[in-house]
């Protein structure tokens, strides 16, 4: 849509001529009973002839929020302004519409995306509603603006304005786990290591050491024995985390969080949660992407910003946009690092990515995220719930095969999902283990 | 073909609002009662050119922006001037409320589009200038109906003069809406 001068509209060219027709007819065939027919028309065009608008208004179309969470909703605000200088003019914009497209997994307030009033005090501000059911980046907007003048005579259409991203971020699953952490190497965070050092966990009172701080001091017991104590505490560390999210495909129907979710909503959805709770803990999480172009890769990092920072990346996901084999890509992993595989398992590059990891000596853990009801029969197509079966029992032995080699594969239930596994790993990574380089 | 058209009239009709669908059939009644007031003044009527009024207003209550708007007016017109012998008669009252009505529905239907919802502000400036227009329609009327029995001298100046004028508002009224603002 291009900007346009204000344009005659069909009932101004129905009142026009239809009253001067009738008019010309009552006067030719002296029939004053016909003038009063025409006489509506002929008001309503001499009218709206004399109100026409001089001058195009401004419009300014805005996002309220760049970005949100699932479920929450932001406002489309198209301000309506008129040129100041005409002030000295009669004619003016007196009705504004505008029609705002729903993006997808959006619900619009007004139902329709139309919003109209009337032009008050030389402006109008107009508002609708986008609320985001599913996360992702979608592109709003712009909205049609429409401005008509007095009886609708003429009509101005608004210059086309640029679309604005709305990030929508991934409501996080509810999670929280009790495991320890697997291989604490840092000196940050509220996991205990199995050290003595600084931290706030209380180890034991002990004798004065050489190099032990005066403010560590245990008064009371000192003066009772005679000789200095101290307190000493256990080092806080933390643990670092990778989540490798496989967005390889989507599988299932997604019907945003208030209904139905696919694989890479489950995926999605747990991996913020996964980063959540462990970023709150103090620990670093990295985050990568496989199978989806653009950023892919979330440095590891700790702190509530960097939560804000994974949750963007994981919004960003386009599944299927990549589809080249990763399997030889290097992570660039730190040893002791935690490896959380989020896959529906269903293409072999994830369980292959899961297998060259662990065979180097990763600690991995693979979450499965696969939906209920994918193998529920297509009415239309009825080989659709038999190849879907068949592929699961070949999942189901490439699940078993690559439980041979160590990784644990968990299914995702939320709170508690990774407990039993990680405190396994935890015993397991205290035992000498030979790993192929 | 027949099966998808009423599919998609049907869905159209849900999709509008209330305000809508009573400006909608305003559309829809506006014509007929006009044409009933002539089949009054004329005390007769024809089922062809009810029929033909009947499918034109579902097409101009379907289609606000449709041309076909001008046209109906201008048949009901013809059938007036054509079937109505007495110029005094109160139906030209009735009729010229009626076309106003259908005018004014069809332009406010085509504002903000089927599903645009009216603001309580929007109605107000619609209805008052609505009553101005009936009220000035009326007011010819009663002009109308006072100098309709009257005998004028000089008729031909009136007629020239009458000419001149609607001949210099037509020409005000093209230049004022074809100008670049």
């Given at each position: 849509v291009t900007a346009s001068d204000w344009q005659p509209t069909?009932?101004?060219?129905?009142?026009?001529?239809?009253?001067?027709?009738?008019?010309?007819?009552?006067?030719?065939?002296?029939?004053?009973?016909?003038?009063?027919?025409?006489?509506?028309?002929l008001v309503v065009a001499v009218w709206s002839a004399w109100l026409r608008p001089r001058r195009n208004p401004g419009v300014v179309q805005r996002l309220g929020h760049q970005a949100i969470r699932e479920g929450e909703a932001t406002t489309w605000h198209i301000d309506v302004t008129e040129d100041p200088g005409a002030g000295d003019d009669l004619g003016r914009a007196e009705d504004v519409a505008a029609v705002l497209a729903a993006p997808s997994f959006s619900t619009l307030v007004p139902r329709a995306g139309v919003v109209c009033d009337v032009v008050r005090n030389g402006g109008l501000a107009l508002q609708v509603s986008v609320r985001s059911a599913r996360w992702g980046r979608r592109a709003v907007g712009p909205a049609q603006v429409v401005a008509t003048s007095a009886w609708a005579a003429f009509r101005w259409t608004a210059p086309r304005a640029l679309a604005r991203t709305l990030s929508t971020l991934p409501l996080p699953a509810v999670f929280d786990s009790s495991a320890p952490p697997v291989h604490p190497v840092g000196l940050v965070g509220l996991a205990r290591s199995g050290r003595a050092g600084d931290g706030n966990e209380f180890a034991s009172i002990r004798p004065f050491q050489a190099g032990d701080r005066l403010r560590r001091i245990h008064w009371p017991r000192s003066l009772r024995?005679?000789?200095?104590?101290?307190?000493?505490?256990?080092?806080?560390?933390?643990?670092?985390?990778?989540?490798?999210?496989?967005?390889?495909?989507?599988?299932?129907?997604?019907?945003?969080?208030?209904?139905?979710?696919?694989?890479?909503?489950?995926?999605v959805r747990a991996a913020g949660a996964i980063a959540e709770h462990h970023l709150h803990r103090g620990d670093r999480v990295a985050v990568h992407v496989v199978g989806a172009k653009g950023v892919v890769r979330v440095p590891a990092a700790s702190g509530s910003s960097h939560l804000r920072r994974v949750l963007d990346t994981l919004s960003a996901i386009e599944?299927?946009?990549?589809?080249?084999?990763?399997?030889?890509?290097?992570?660039?992993?730190?040893?002791?690092?935690?490896?959380?595989?989020?896959?529906?398992?269903?293409?072999?590059?994830?369980?292959?990515?899961?297998?060259?990891?662990?065979?180097?000596?990763?600690?991995?853990?693979?979450?499965?995220?696969?939906?209920?009801?994918?193998?529920?029969?297509?009415?239309?197509?009825?080989?659709?719930?038999?190849?879907?079966?068949?592929?699961?029992?070949?999942?189901?032995?490439?699940?078993?095969?690559?439980?041979?080699?160590?990784?644990?594969?968990?299914?995702?239930?939320?709170?508690?999902?990774?407990?039993?596994?990680?405190?396994?790993?935890?015993?397991?990574?205290?035992?000498?283990?030979?790993?192929?380089? | 073909m027949i099966a998808d058209r009423l599919d998609d009239a049907g869905r159209g009709l849900r999709s509008l609002t209330r305000g809508q669908l009573s400006l909608r059939l305003l559309v829809l009644a506006a014509p007929l009662v006009a044409l009933s007031a002539g089949f009054a003044a004329a005390d007769g009527w024809s089922l062809w050119l009810t029929l033909l009024v009947i499918v034109a207003a579902i097409e101009c209550a379907t289609r606000p922006e449709s041309h076909l708007g001008l046209a109906v007016?201008?048949?009901?017109?013809?059938?007036?001037?054509?079937?109505?012998?007495?110029?005094?008669?109160?139906?030209?009252?009735?009729?010229?409320?009626?076309?106003?009505?259908?005018?004014?529905?069809?332009?406010?239907?085509?504002?903000?589009?089927?599903?645009?919802?009216?603001?309580?502000?929007?109605?107000?400036?619609?209805?008052?200038?609505?009553?101005?227009?009936?009220?000035?329609?009326?007011?010819?009327?009663?002009?109308?109906?006072?100098?309709?029995?009257?005998?004028?001298?000089?008729?031909?100046?009136?007629?020239?003069?009458?000419?001149?004028?609607?001949?210099?508002?037509?020409?005000?009224?093209?230049?004022?809406?074809?100008?670049?603002p």
């Open positions: 069909v009932a101004h060219v129905r009142a026009t001529t239809g009253g001067v027709l009738l008019a010309v007819a009552a006067v030719l065939l002296r029939r004053p009973d016909v003038l009063v027919l025409a006489t509506p028309l024995t005679g000789t200095l104590h101290v307190t000493s505490t256990w080092a806080d560390q933390d643990s670092h985390v990778v989540i490798v999210v496989d967005a390889l495909n989507d599988l299932g129907i997604s019907e945003g969080i208030d209904g139905q979710a696919s694989s890479l909503d489950v995926t599944p299927g946009t990549d589809l080249r084999d990763h399997a030889r890509l290097q992570f660039g992993l730190p040893a002791g690092a935690l490896v959380v595989m989020l896959s529906p398992l269903v293409s072999p590059l994830a369980l292959q990515r899961a297998f060259t990891l662990a065979t180097r000596g990763m600690t991995v853990v693979v979450v499965d995220t696969l939906p209920p009801g994918i193998v529920e029969d297509d009415p239309d197509d009825p080989f659709h719930g038999l190849a879907w079966r068949i592929r699961l029992l070949e999942r189901r032995r490439e699940l078993r095969s690559i439980q041979h080699v160590g990784v644990p594969v968990v299914q995702w239930r939320g709170p508690g999902s990774l407990d039993q596994v990680l405190r396994d790993l935890s015993r397991h990574a205290a035992t000498p283990r030979m790993a192929r380089r | 007016v201008v048949v009901l017109a013809l059938y007036w001037l054509g079937a109505v012998d007495d110029v005094r008669t109160a139906w030209t009252l009735a009729a010229g409320v009626a076309i106003a009505v259908f005018h004014a529905a069809m332009a406010a239907a085509a504002v903000a589009g089927p599903a645009g919802r009216w603001s309580r502000a929007m109605r107000a400036r619609w209805l008052g200038r609505f009553a101005t227009v009936v009220g000035l329609t009326a007011t010819s009327w009663c002009l109308e109906v006072v100098l309709a029995g009257a005998q004028i001298r000089g008729t031909v100046i009136v007629l020239l003069a009458a000419m001149a004028a609607l001949t210099a508002t037509a020409l005000a009224l093209r230049a004022r809406s074809l100008q670049s």
